[in-house]
């Protein structure tokens, strides 16, 4: 995995993390024989990884983006029992078949062909047959009506609501914070402090993914018990502090044992933050405050990456998992002191 000052390959390597030189970009020029302090890794000299988004085996996964989140979340509500766990199930569904889709692209090269512009085209229309299918599942719901209110329609009108507000710049917070730990920059992380192989990085976050998932389901369980935003905040705080203690483990082993622990909890807060809205706005408000929260939401987490790649530029390799987690913490805090009168 990392060659002598001359070049050559530097034999003798025995590490499950080694991996042969030329398969990986080569971030250091010397073999290191311990794992790198957080301080250590990158140096102004370091060449640049090439193309680190082609490890990222997730990806956009179904929830957060896109118009159509906005509207299916403000309904499921109104058209289920227990709102709470359908939410937990919508949620599961979507990472499931989101990750489903990711690994879609190798079987489609191991079992069809290799060729990448056929492979595209098969995607796509792939995508066409699953939009399809889509409109057809729409058809069924399409006679559900919803009231009028006083809200206003556009987005300064709404921003005048107190709660659409404060909403929208707590989520927001939230999702820059998250911007800074994406499952290619954790990638990444993982690869300069520990010198950890694409191939033992990938069994890591597909272990991470179903941990996730499991946990979509137990959080309304618990909501059920405790309440939507008990459940929410206090979930969220748990991940954080585990995330925080993510960069001072000494080893991958301690330190992806810490990555599960996080990944227990992290996102918990989805399904209960959504039927948190539900509770605090009524049917005819519901879809308009999904759809500004999200647009504040997904801009907030635009400039995460650039900052992250000038912080590891600084050699800080710590900095943002504490960063994350701290404007995460400062998150869960002040929405609950906002809200704990309001909702359980």
Known sequence: ?????????????????????????????????????????????????????????????????????????????????????????????????????????????????????????????????????????????????????????????????????????????????GSLITQSLLTLWFYLRFHASASSLGIVFGISSIITAISLIIAPLIAERIGNLHTMVFTHITSNIFLILIPFMNSLYWAVVFLFLRQSFSQMDVPTRQAFISQIFNDEERVKVFAVTNIFRNISSLPGPVLVGFIFSLRLLYLPLVMSGAIKLSYDVTIYKLYKNKAR
Not at 28 to 37: D, G, Q
Not at 96 to 101: D, E, K, P, T
Not at 105 to 127: E, G, N, Q, R, W
């Open 1 to 177: 995995m990392f060659c002598t000052r001359g070049g050559a390959p530097e034999r003798g390597f025995t590490s499950l993390t080694d991996e042969p030189v030329g398969r990986y970009p080569t971030v250091f020029t010397t073999p290191r024989t311990k794992p790198l302090t957080p301080m250590e890794g990158v140096t102004p000299k370091t060449p640049a990884v090439k193309n680190p988004s082609h490890w990222d085996g997730k990806g956009v996964i179904g929830t957060e983006t896109g118009p159509f989140q906005s509207v299916e979340v403000g309904i499921i509500p109104k058209l289920a029992r227990n709102p709470g766990r359908v939410l937990g199930v919508y949620n599961l569904l979507g990472y499931s078949f989101s990750s489903l889709g990711s690994f879609s692209i190798p079987l489609l090269s191991h079992f069809i062909t290799s060729d990448t512009i056929i492979m595209a085209k098969l995607v796509f229309i792939l995508y066409i047959i699953m939009s399809m299918l889509l409109i057809l599942v729409y058809r069924k719901i399409m006679n559900i009506k919803v009231g009028h209110n006083g809200m206003s329609k556009n987005l300064p009108g709404l921003l005048l609501h107190q709660d659409v507000r404060n909403l929208s710049v707590l989520f927001a917070l939230d999702a820059f914070g």
